[in-house]
Structure formats: C-alpha cells, structure tokens
C-alpha cells in the first residue's frame, strides 16, 4: 500500500521559475492538504480540498496554486518561485465524512525546495 | 478560533530519564479530536496516538503515555525511560468536528537525547 507519494524529493529552483510539486494517495481519502514547514513555525496549511473539484486556502496560500481534478490526486504550484518559499513541503490526506474525524492525517514524505 | 500551543522548544535529557511533552489546546467546540505525531531526524511525520475530547482515559502504549484533560485543556505526552531513537520533533495537533476537515498543528517540541 503506497499511501500519500510525493515527488520529487528535492528541487532547486531559480527566482521565478514555475514547478509543480505532485502528490498522489490510494486511499480514496476525499480529504488532501499541502503544509509548509519552516524552522520554529511548525506545519503551516497552504491549501486543501474536500473532494474532487473543490479547493480552499489554508493560512499561506500566496504564492500557490492547486487544483483536484481527481480523488488521488492534489498538485501544488508554484507560479514564481520566490526564495522565501524555500521549506519543506508535506502532503497530507484523510478520511473526511461521517463519524471520520477522529482519522489522522496520512503524510507524504516531503519535499525539501530551495530557491536560489 | 482553535489554536495548539507546545511551549517547549526544544528539550535535552539523558537516557533513560523520564519527559514530558506539554500541549495545551484552545478550542469552543465540544467535539474534537487530538493528535500527536513524531516527526524522526529521516523527515517523515508518524502518527503517534489520537483521543477525542469525549474520552479522558490516559493511554499507555509501551514507554510512552499520554494524559488528556479536559479541564486544563492539555493533552500531555509522556516518554518513560527515553532512549536514543526518541530523538525528533513530536507535534500536537487538534481536529474540530464541526468545521470537518481542517488540523491545527502545534510549533513543535525538538526531544534530544542524549545517550
């Protein structure tokens, strides 16, 4: 069972350069997030989505942009790489209807990104 | 507003001594859940331990313990005996059942052992 996949694993961007960090999960969890984590500011909430088609901020979204056009998958870009936006990046899913809540969130392995 | 607070930084201690991880919640709801997770040197972050805010028993899982109460809002974790591969950032995390989806994670405490 492969659970939340991320890649890639590093990426080195320059200013203003594009990319698309991918995550995939085979749960079938309606619930997937993107955090960031910088030193002594812990797991910050970027974006997530409830289901397919629907997409909401989290507490950092400038700078960022997802869609879910499937289940499994959750993309985040990045549209002009900024240096303050080098972190690591986690994705995270969930179960999220009905008597759910008290599922953990499922994480990814990160991905570390600097921008140069 | 939800909000989880470690207030511990960072925690050195010897092997084999006992330390306790503080998490203090804030929250108007009535039904939530807390989480706790172990994020190793590696990177990854593993799940430790959930507990909903109906059900105040401590748990014991080997060396490690966790004390829930309501009425001081903590959800504290406890590591009996540490041992070297205790070393690595445990963040607490809390889930309200109304808004559904959203986690509000601590900062973080950073446990060092020292063998």
């Known amino acids: 069972n492969a659970g939340v996949t991320q890649t890639p694993k590093f990426q080195v961007l320059k200013t203003g350069q594009s990319m698309t960090l991918q995550c995939a999960q085979d749960m079938n969890h309606e619930y997937m997030s993107w955090y960031r984590q910088d030193p002594g500011m812990g797991l910050r909430l970027i974006h997530y989505?409830?289901?397919?088609?629907?997409?909401d901020q989290g507490e950092v979204p400038n700078g960022y942009n997802v869609s879910r056009s499937t289940t499994e998958d959750f993309p985040l870009r990045l549209l002009s790489a900024a240096p303050s936006q080098t972190s690591v990046y986690f994705c995270?899913?969930?179960?999220?209807?009905?008597?759910?809540?008290?599922?953990?969130?499922?994480f990814g392995n990160g991905t570390r990104l600097t921008v140069t | 507003a939800q909000k989880v607070t470690q207030a511990q930084t960072e925690i050195s201690v010897v092997e084999k001594e006992d330390v306790t991880l503080d998490c203090v919640y804030e929250?108007?709801?009535?039904?939530?859940?807390l989480f706790w997770y172990k994020q190793p040197p590696s990177g990854e972050l593993v799940f430790l331990i959930r507990?909903?805010?109906?059900?105040?028993q401590n748990e014991i899982s080997g060396r490690y313990s966790w004390n829930f109460q309501k009425s001081t809002s903590s959800f504290n974790f406890t590591i009996t005996a540490s041992q070297v591969v205790d070393s690595a950032v445990y963040f607490c995390?809390?889930?309200?059942?109304?808004?559904?989806?959203?986690?509000?994670f601590g900062t973080g405490t950073s446990l060092t052992v020292i063998p």
């Open positions: 989505s409830v289901g397919a088609g629907i997409t």
């Open positions: 995270a899913s969930t179960v999220r209807r009905g008597l759910s809540y008290n599922s953990p969130l499922h």
């Open positions: 995390a809390l889930r309200i059942a109304n808004t559904g989806n959203q986690f509000y």
């Open positions: 929250t108007r709801d009535t039904t939530y859940y």
């Open positions: 507990r909903n805010s109906f059900d105040e």
